[in-house]
């Protein structure tokens, strides 16, 4: 497997290691630990057992028939991401990296969350591997987040609300990283996606790249030809990445990744980081980043909580900076449109984050010619979010379309 990432975690001027001196030979050593098993065949064979059997992978390569007819113009397959077991791509890092923290000799799996939906994954691969398990969110999404918060109780983490500051999950991060810092030698700081400082951007591409080297094979099986674009969501990142990755050196594949562009491009309506930001430094790594007025970490809003995230994954700004990847966004209206166009043409209800990515290429199918392949990453599934929809369009606030006659 290739990466651009130098060793000390810089992907150009990206990445690195933006921490407290404490927690320099923490991260060194996992680096260390992550070189030792990256290759390692008996590691590699028990990962790939945990992504068949648990997971369920590998996950289909779909032709969408009835969507391109009626785009009328290029073919959309999905990589089906939504098929994962616990319906997204997240367990396909949480499995690499708890069984990474097994092979450290570590006790304690701790993470942080926002939306619930990496608390949930990191719980349940906890569950299955025998691993203790505390999952850090801010008291704020706590309530926000009832039900999943019951649903990694169920699965035996414990919860702790972080009473902090905004109580979100700034607030969430600092407490894991207390926790850490007082018991490294037990306890394993799990990452949900392809940020961070080095080496968990390096970490979570190379476990979420699965995703891009299934779709390779199956397009190649499919079509005989690689694609002409990849398409994903672009939260932190490491769907994206996951499905870039194994494209990277194939120069005539496209690389697009879609950010939420939320109510709209004011300061705050949003979370487009590539399109709007510019570098700067948050939560250990450097990367665009999207600020308020003092330089610190801008509010930032989407309609899918798995996006809201002010900064990204530091080989995207790379990808970005060498105009090997494009990064356009979306907004609110544009996902909705396509959650209920995919739920409706093709029988899939798409997680409102991946529908940002369907958005885009429901934009461009219809612009080339018959023969182009685009594939998307339909990185989850929409019943997380029926919930919400359903609240929509009960207030009157969307109409519950109705698009075939
Ligand atoms: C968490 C999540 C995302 C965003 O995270 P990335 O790291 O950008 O992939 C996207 N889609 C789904 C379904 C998610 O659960």
Redesign the pocket.
């Known amino acids: 497997m290739t990466t651009t990432c130098t060793a000390d975690g810089f992907f150009g001027d990206y990445g690195g290691q933006y921490v407290p001196e404490p927690v320099v030979p923490i991260l060194n050593t996992l680096a260390e630990a992550f070189e030792q098993y990256r290759n390692d065949p008996e590691f590699l064979e028990e990962f790939h057992y945990y992504l068949n059997h648990f997971s369920g992978r590998e996950t289909p390569l779909y032709f969408c028939k009835n969507l391109t007819e009626k785009l009328g113009g290029a073919k959309i397959y999905l990589k089906r991401e939504d098929l994962n077991h616990l319906g997204?791509?997240?367990v396909n890092n949480t499995i690499g990296q708890i069984l990474l923290a097994k092979r450290m000799g570590k006790k304690k799996i701790i993470a942080e969350t926002g939306a619930g939906?990496?608390g949930v994954a990191t719980a349940a691969t906890a569950a299955l591997m025998g691993m203790e398990c505390t999952i850090y969110m801010g008291a704020v999404d706590v309530e926000r987040q009832k039900l999943n918060v019951f649903r990694m109780e169920m699965l035996g983490a414990k919860v702790v609300a972080a009473q902090s500051g905004q109580q979100t999950l700034k607030e969430a991060v600092d407490e894991a990283l207390g926790a850490w810092l007082q018991d490294p030698e037990n306890v394993f700081y799990l990452l949900g996606?392809?940020v961070g400082p080095h080496p968990y951007p390096l970490i979570v591409r190379e476990f979420q790249s699965v995703v891009g080297r299934e779709a390779k094979k199956q397009i190649m099986e499919a079509e005989g030809r690689l694609p002409d674009y990849c398409v994903a969501?672009?939260?932190?990142?490491?769907?994206?990445i996951g499905l870039f990755a194994d494209f990277i050196c194939d120069e005539s594949v496209k690389l697009v990744g879609v950010e939420p562009a939320g109510r709209g491009l004011d300061y705050g309506d949003h979370a487009a980081t590539l399109c709007l930001g510019e570098p700067g430094v948050m939560h250990g790594f450097n990367s665009y980043m999207l600020k308020d007025e003092q330089g610190e970490p801008a509010e930032v809003y989407s309609i899918s909580a798995?996006?809201d995230y002010p900064s990204v994954g530091p080989e995207h700004s790379q990808l970005k900076d060498q105009n090997r990847a494009e990064y356009v966004h979306a907004s609110d209206k544009e996902a909705v449109d396509a959650f209920f166009m995919l739920s409706q043409m093709e029988g899939i209800i798409p997680?409102l984050?991946?529908s940002h990515a369907l958005a885009h290429a429901m934009r461009i199918a219809p612009e080339q010619d018959k023969d182009k392949i685009i594939v998307v990453n339909l990185?989850?599934r929409g019943d997380k979010d029926v919930a919400q929809i359903e609240e929509m369009v009960s207030e009157g606030k969307i109409e519950l379309p109705k698009i075939r006659g």
């Open positions: 997204a791509h997240k939906q990496h996606s392809a969501c672009v939260g932190g990142g490491s769907n994206a798995g996006l997680a984050e991946s990185s989850g």
